[in-house]
């Protein structure tokens, strides 16, 4: 089994900034991809940004220039960093993890974690 454990949402003012952790923990051979999705109420689930293990990034238009990832492979970490938020950021926020396992990847999810934008 492979446990991702979020943290570092909460509620910040329009401007703010926040830092999300997502860590894996488990079974794992290595971590391949990773990224964060968030989930506005009534919005369907929508990828925020992603890293690959070589440490190519994307990020959805809507968070460039605002948002960075980036991973820590010795702890089999990655990081939102947010700045400048804005109201519409408000969401759940979750990690994706593609994990490899003898020579199969498997998808793994966070437990979400709550980023309030509101003055």
């Known amino acids: 089994q492979v446990q991702l454990v979020e943290s570092g949402g909460g509620l910040v003012q329009p401007g703010g900034s926040l830092r999300l952790s997502c860590a894996a923990s488990?079974?794992?051979?290595?971590?391949?991809?990773m990224g964060w999705y968030r989930q506005a109420a009534g919005q369907q689930r929508g990828l925020v940004a992603d890293?690959?293990?070589?440490?190519?990034?994307y990020y959805t238009d809507s968070v460039k220039g605002r948002f960075t990832i980036s991973r820590d492979n010795a702890k089999n970490t990655v990081y939102l960093q947010m700045n400048s938020l804005k109201p519409e950021d408000t969401a759940v926020y979750y990690c994706?993890?593609?994990?490899?396992?003898?020579?199969?990847?498997?998808?793994?999810w966070g437990q979400g974690t709550q980023v309030t934008v509101s003055s």
């Open positions: 994706k993890v593609v994990g490899r396992l003898r020579s199969s990847d498997n998808i793994y």
């Open positions: 890293i690959s293990s070589s440490g190519i990034t």
């Open positions: 488990g079974r794992i051979d290595s971590i391949r991809g």
